[in-house]
């Protein structure tokens, strides 16, 4: 029996399991460090913040937008976090932007670049947050 390992490239037979479990823990070691996540030699990320309220964006016309804060406790502003926003509603070719805009709160943006006024239903609203 031969085990492929993917991007690796080594293909594993019984007799070479120990250097199978070798590359396994070097594979590890290079994407778990002390309890930060590292991806492809990076900064360590320290933690991952999610967070979800409810949202209804109304009416919004051609041009305008419209902005909203959620509570992000532990979030902080001097950590210039990179952000992410998603909504369980069909945006409709609007974009939808976060970011940090004090500690524990993050803004987040709806902007209409449409030719018409767009009336989203009230939805979902989460936002994700990396401390490095």
Known sequence: MKVDFGSFGDRYEPSRMQ??????QNAFTRVYDGGKLVIGGGFAIDKHFMFSATWDPGNVLSGAQTTTTVPATGVRLADAAPV???FNKDLQAMQLTAYVSADDVISVVLRNGTAGAIDLASGTLRVSAWRY
């Not at 250097?19 to 396994?24: A, H, I, S, T, Y």
């Open 19 to 24: 250097g199978f479990l070798r590359d396994l």
């Open 84 to 86: 992410m926003a998603g």
